[in-house]
């Protein structure tokens, strides 16, 4: 039904649409990590983007969820009670100083928890990663050059408590399961308090896993994009 009423673009650039159409055109903007809005509002029907903008955007500028690197399969869910990482989080020091600057070693020695995975690394292996996240706990997420990461849904998607920078609002985080702080220093009272509370784990699990499927899972944001798209034919009336 769609695909004869609009012309459908994805592009990386905020500052410049590429197409010219006889048709109204839909845009799906992606790796916009400095949360622009983009400059062609007026020549798109609808722009469908990543990263959240900081500021109000136009009725016609709908934001969706990053999701997951192609590259990070998703395995099955695991309960808590069979997972061995209690805190967990691999990647690259970019843009998280002060990420690593609280992860020293000796303040995590100080958790509760038995089985800490926090390392740097530039190059991730990703079948590797893949099952760390399975059998993960409570999933740090660290932004980097923007607080919303793909990290985030991977591990929504697999389950974990997740724990992230506070984030900019939209319709697919209110009101969600994550946690978000203003600061990492907040997180030693609540990962401790967690891991004493294993219902409580499993609980806060089963809800994320649940907003993954509802709100943030690819065929969640199909449906939401099919819906907006919708809403917005029936007021043109084409």
């Known amino acids: 039904r769609f695909a004869v009423k609009f012309v459908f673009f994805v592009t990386c650039e905020a500052n410049k649409l ?16 400095a949360h622009q809005i983009p400059s062609y509002t007026n020549n798109a029907f609808v722009i469908f983007k990543n990263y959240v903008p900081f500021h109000s955007c136009p009725d016609n500028v709908y934001s969706v969820p990053l999701g997951c690197n192609k590259n990070i399969v998703g395995l099955d869910v695991q ?47 990703y ?5 760390n996240i399975a059998q993960t706990k409570i999933a740090l ?71 993954w499927e509802e709100k943030c899972s690819e065929d969640a944001v199909a449906l939401y994009m099919a819906r907006e798209l919708s809403l917005n034919l029936m007021k043109l009336d084409l």
């Open 79 to 125: 309960l808590m009670a069979d997972r061995n990482i209690d805190l967990f989080f691999v990647g690259s020091e970019d843009n998280r100083k002060d990420f690593f600057t609280w992860a020293r070693k000796e303040y995590l020695l100080g958790f509760k928890a038995q089985n800490i995975l926090i390392e740097r690394s530039v190059e991730i292996q």
């Open 141 to 211: 997420c660290p932004g980097g050059i923007s607080c919303d990461t793909y990290r985030i849904y991977e591990a929504m998607r697999a389950g974990c408590v997740v724990i992230v920078p506070r984030q900019a609002p939209a319709w697919y985080n209110h009101g969600w399961p994550l946690i978000e702080l203003d600061d990492w220093c907040e997180l030693k009272p609540i990962a401790d308090s967690l891991l004493r509370d294993h219902k409580k784990l499993q609980e806060i699990s089963n809800q994320t896993r649940a907003w």
């Open 18 to 33: 590429e197409v010219e159409a006889h048709v109204p055109i839909v845009v799906y903007q992606i790796k916009d990590k």
């Open 127 to 131: 079948n590797v990663y893949a099952h």
